[in-house]
């Protein structure tokens, strides 16, 4: 078996193992928020973004995929967009399939809805937006359809960017990184991160060290042990908290947290600590840092999806659409990290370092260590 083939039964078997208890069932079209066609002459196209379990109110990656949506919609007012939320992981393709006889474009944000293929290649009339993952056949290969734009992202460069932010800005030189479970792009987050504490170790003059609880170590869908924090699940806030107490404890003073909603957790545990700071993922996370009159985001590091899912729907609507598998990052801007006035608590020196290594990174000078690339934290180029 070859290393994709493996590496995608490995998953379905993790995601199986791992989500088969979540409960519930699909939340029918429209309960969670349709935006109504508004009468205009536009492409008039029906857009469903289906997601599980947390929904299009996520605050963070549901949340920016149905945003993309929403945007295109506003150009084209004549196109409307409902969503569906199936609260059983192991669900996810049947809900799908439940509702792609009423839509021209099926959104699906998630690894969980790789299996799509089938049903894409069976209703060859209707176009789909995969995010986070590459579609996968019935013998849990790797394959490409026509009528799906599947894109993934290079997090372990967002991951580089906050860990060069955490490494220059820590007072105690401790920093930390914690994930949800060890699918490859929280691997890659973890990757990338400590990538960037390398960096800034041997270039920017930091002395940061990565700080890493033995009992909480990741393993990643080939079964090694890739160390990290990973609470094991992306929806325990309760072991999320536990985590960054431990953590805090540990001196950690910056906590890259890429865990879905179990980093809600971390989240708490810093507000309650009141003296450390914690790096956003995904999405500009600056208003969940708010903490009376402080807040205890630092920067976030960003994945670009909404923009991403705009441009595919207006190639749909402009006969444009082109399927196939895509890995995305810097070079299309796509990964980055925040630095908007007022967002984020980086200094200066901090931002002017960043902007360097952006620079860099979209070059391909520096390639940071992820999951797959064969490079480490330790040994990758740049470093």
């Known amino acids: 078996m070859d290393m994709k083939k493996f590496l995608a039964v490995a998953l379905a078997l993790v995601l199986g193992l791992a989500l088969v208890a979540c409960g519930g069932g699909s939340t029918p079209a429209g309960d969670e928020g349709t935006t109504p066609s508004g009468g205009g002459e536009a492409t008039g196209l029906k857009i469903v973004v289906v997601t599980s379990p947390s929904g299009v109110d996520d605050g963070s990656f549901n949340q920016d995929n149905y ?6 919609i506003s150009a084209n007012p004549g196109a409307t967009v409902e969503a569906v939320r199936e609260q059983d992981v192991a669900n996810a393709i049947p809900a799908v399939e439940a509702v792609v006889a009423d839509y021209d474009v099926i959104v699906t944000p998630g690894y969980q809805f790789a299996g799509i293929y089938e049903l894409a290649v069976a209703n060859p009339d209707k176009y789909f937006i995969l995010v986070d993952s590459f579609p996968s056949d ?3 290969a790797e394959a490409e359809a026509s009528n799906i734009y599947a894109m993934q992202f290079k997090e372990q460069e967002s991951g580089f960017f906050a860990g060069i932010a955490a490494a220059l800005q820590t007072e105690t030189g401790k920093v930390a990184s914690v994930h949800g479970i060890a699918y490859p792009s929280n691997v890659n987050y973890q990757y990338g991160f400590e ?8 270039y920017l003059g930091s002395t940061a060290e990565v700080v890493a609880l033995p009992s909480y170590a990741g393993t990643d869908v080939t079964g090694t042990n890739i160390g990290g924090n990973y609470v094991g699940d992306f929806s325990d806030e309760a072991t999320g908290k536990v985590v960054g107490e431990s953590l805090l404890a540990a001196g950690v003073d910056i906590i890259f947290v890429a865990a879905g909603a179990s980093g809600n957790g971390v989240f708490t545990a810093v507000k309650e600590a009141g003296n450390a700071y914690v790096i956003g993922c995904d999405v500009d996370q600056f208003d969940d840092g708010a903490n ?3 807040n205890i985001v630092l920067t976030s590091a960003l994945k670009v999806m909404s923009p991403n899912v705009t441009k595919q729907l207006e190639a749909v609507a402009a006969g444009t659409f082109a399927g ?25 020196e901090t931002l002017a370092a960043l902007a360097d290594a952006y620079t860099q990174v979209k070059s391909g000078a520096i390639i940071p260590a992820a999951n797959f690339n064969n490079y480490t934290p330790a040994d990758f180029p740049g470093l």
Do not use: C, W
């Open 67 to 72: 945003e993309g949506v929403q945007a295109f």
């Open 324 to 348: 196939g598998n895509f890995i995305l990052g810097a070079d299309t801007d796509s990964t980055g990290y925040v630095s908007a006035d007022g967002r984020h608590q980086l200094t200066p």
């Open 138 to 140: 019935a013998d849990m």
């Open 195 to 202: 990538s960037g504490v390398n960096y800034a170790n041997k």
């Open 292 to 294: 009376g009159s402080s």
